[in-house]
């Protein structure tokens, strides 16, 4: 049997999501972006409503909504604020999300659950300066003193650098073994002295989303504080990665339903030629493309997010959605600024953001050409489909 309605308790989280977005998150999307701040206090209130921990089961404080429940939410916010959403997916996808697959009870108990309340926020800390899409190329260093682990090494771009509470940190324990059993993930505390974050980064779009450097400078981390085992890194990270990647196409379906949305009404008003641009074939041909891709992208990544849920494998199928959604959200980007015409291009507009923000979605959790990698091995390896 083949279901594709939503459950009454999705139907429900999302009418609520887009009430709070409505009414909390699109209104200030422009003030955000012009300010360059991290909006806290929104933040905040999505942590009263359950949000920021939707993804995990009830024992963890979590709204026991699962991976489809998760995109619901991501979908919702992404429509009024790409910031807002990027800073709840740095948290819950990334840093909290290595925490639930890799963590022990007791790391989960005192770690997963007050992060899941949204009382403290999370980050993940893989990246590098020389250690962007080769992951396994890291400088930083954890090297083993008595019952400790001393961390040495920067990371840059890092999402929340600047304001989560608790990081989830990949560094070298076997510089000779790397990606094969010589990265190890910590969790590091961001009060732990030698812990230092950066300055946010000036950056395109998404610009109330912080993303910093962060310094380790002989930081202690107790042995209790490894996550999923020395020498285990390298596959936490690729497995909080498979999971990210999925909610990152629900915050691209989210701002490509916006960008139609917008294109829909301004096509409708906009009158050139004596007659609304949306009765032109030019314009109705641009719009139906972006709803082409909006379907596409929506169908394989609810199917997907079933999968997880279903704890079936979906390490293909969620490179897929990333790179689809990605792509699929730039090209109606682009098409809304053409259809807006001179008023897509001024800031004045929605659109002029929505076109900024979407640019990032190709390149951060793993860059287009590395999903195009991922998928690739998969087939080679199977030898077929
Ligand atoms: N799940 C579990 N294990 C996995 C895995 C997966 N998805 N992918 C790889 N592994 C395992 C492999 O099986 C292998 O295990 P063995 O040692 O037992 O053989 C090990 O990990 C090493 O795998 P590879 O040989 O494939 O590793 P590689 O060095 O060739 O790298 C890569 C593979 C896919 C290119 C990887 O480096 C990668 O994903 N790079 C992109 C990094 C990335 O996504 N960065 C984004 C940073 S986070 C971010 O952007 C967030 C933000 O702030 C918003």
Redesign the pocket.
């Known amino acids: 049997m083949i279901d594709f309605t939503f459950t009454e308790e999705h139907k429900m989280l999302r009418d609520v999501a887009r009430k709070f977005t409505d009414q909390e998150v699109r209104p200030r999307a422009a003030e955000i972006d012009e300010k360059e701040e991290a909006p806290l206090d929104i933040i905040q209130k999505a942590a009263g409503l359950g949000f920021l921990g939707v993804v995990f089961p009830p024992e963890y404080c979590g709204g026991g909504l699962g991976e489809i429940g998760y995109c619901i939410l991501l979908e919702e916010i992404a429509r009024g604020c790409n910031s807002t959403a990027?800073i709840i997916?740095?948290h819950q996808s990334?840093g909290a999300m290595a925490i639930y697959l890799a963590g022990t009870e007791d790391q989960k108990q005192h770690y997963l659950r007050p992060l899941a309340e949204g009382k403290k926020l999370a980050t993940?800390a893989?990246?590098e300066p020389g250690a962007?899409?080769?992951?396994?190329s890291m400088t930083t260093t954890a090297e083993k003193h008595g019952d400790c682990f001393v961390l040495n090494g920067n990371k840059t771009?890092?999402?929340n650098g600047n304001i989560a509470d608790v990081l989830v940190v990949f560094a070298l324990t076997d510089p000779q073994k790397r990606?094969?059993?010589g990265i190890t993930a910590f969790i590091v505390e961001k009060e732990w002295k030698g812990f230092r974050a950066g300055k946010p980064e000036k950056k395109m779009g998404i610009r109330g989303s912080h993303t910093t450097s962060l310094f380790f400078e002989n930081v202690e981390v107790p042995r209790a504080n490894v996550l999923g085992g020395v020498g285990e890194g390298?596959?936490v990270a690729?497995?909080t990665?498979?999971v990210a990647r999925v909610s990152l196409a629900a915050q691209c379906l989210g701002a490509s339903k916006e960008m139609l949305d917008l294109s829909i009404k301004h096509a409708n008003e906009r009158v050139q030629f004596d007659k609304p641009i949306a009765e032109q074939q030019a314009v109705q041909f641009m719009l139906a493309d972006m709803a082409a891709d909006i379907y596409q992208v929506e169908s394989i990544l609810y199917r997907t997010a079933w999968m997880v849920d279903q704890g079936l494998p979906f390490?293909r199928e969620s490179a897929i959605c990333k790179l689809a959604a990605t792509d699929a959200v730039c090209r109606v980007a682009d098409r809304a600024v053409q259809i807006h015409g001179g008023m897509g291009y001024m800031r004045e507009y929605p659109i002029e953001r929505l076109y900024r923000d979407a640019r990032v979605n190709r390149i951060?959790?793993?860059t287009n050409e590395?999903q195009h990698?991922?998928i690739a091995k998969t087939l080679t390896k199977k030898g077929t489909y």
Not at 132 to 136: E, L, P
């Open positions: 990027v997916g740095g990334l993940f893989l990246t962007g899409s080769d992951a396994s771009f890092i999402t990606a094969h059993g390298f596959k690729m497995q990665l498979d390490g951060f959790e793993g590395i990698l991922v």
